[in-house]
């Protein structure tokens, strides 16, 4: 979630605001560190895990607000405090911005909308001083912030039922999507932000110019095609994800004539078909798209934290639980 812009809109009005973060973390907490929200006089953006917590630092926000600028630094017992489950420990900072924040805060809204960007964040009296770093690092006592969004490039084959189901079940999470068809009228008029459609007639070719660590997802109208970008993705190890919407047989036959294409077996790690969580076999478009944006988020947590994937999903053709999805 984007944090400045909701600051600078405040002060721009000439109200005061608060964003508390999540500081620290032990144990198990509802949030990660560096989670926040942004509370202003007309609400509030994001969350912190919601909850006794949220509610309680919310509050407190609320009265400082009526204080002018300030900087507390909190510490909550999740289970003896608060009651909740949890049962971690939870470091709080929370900032009261006024007037006086405004040149700041603009500056870091202008980083924000670049894209993800990091500061060195030292913690002052009544307020936090930031400096845009060019690069993530810590050293000392000064803590690293990281802001914006880190969207994982997605280039979605297909734009037919499955494929108009998936672009409105990503719309709301963390991927860029090129969303790539022969057809040019087979988008819709209208589709979320963080979307470009591409309507090409060699869409193998959009694969020259994609970023390492790109996700994709195929599903287009021709197995032909469908083949053939597997084909020249799977040659390429910049893809970690290749997904292929399809049934039982059409995994197997894609995977014979990937071999015979000379794709050798420790490549198949990247390769998906059928798409999606393996419990889950209804056909409606609607469910596909969640089950496959499910996997999406588990496959691109796993690469960002290093984590190992489950075992059922390293040997994509030995998935024989999954039924068939079309395509």
Known sequence: ?????HVVQALEAGESCAMISVWRTEGSAPREAGARLVL??????????GGALEWRALAEAQKKMARGRSLTRTAHALGPELGQCCGGRVELLTEVFDMTALEAARELANAESLGAFATESHLQSDHVL????AGPRQAGNIMVEHFGEERRSLYLFGAGHVGRALILALAPLPFATRWIDTRPDAFPAAMPAHVVPVAVLDPVAELGAAPSGTFLLIMTHSHALDLAIAERALRDERFPYVGLIGSASKRARFLSRLRQAGIEDERFAAFKCPIGLSGIRAKEPAIIAASAVAELLERDEMLRTGRNLPADAQTPYRMNQKKGQGG
């Open 1 to 5: 979630m984007k944090v400045w812009p």
């Open 130 to 133: 930031r400096i845009i770093t």
């Open 40 to 49: 202003t006089v007309r609400g509030f953006h994001g969350t912190i895990g």
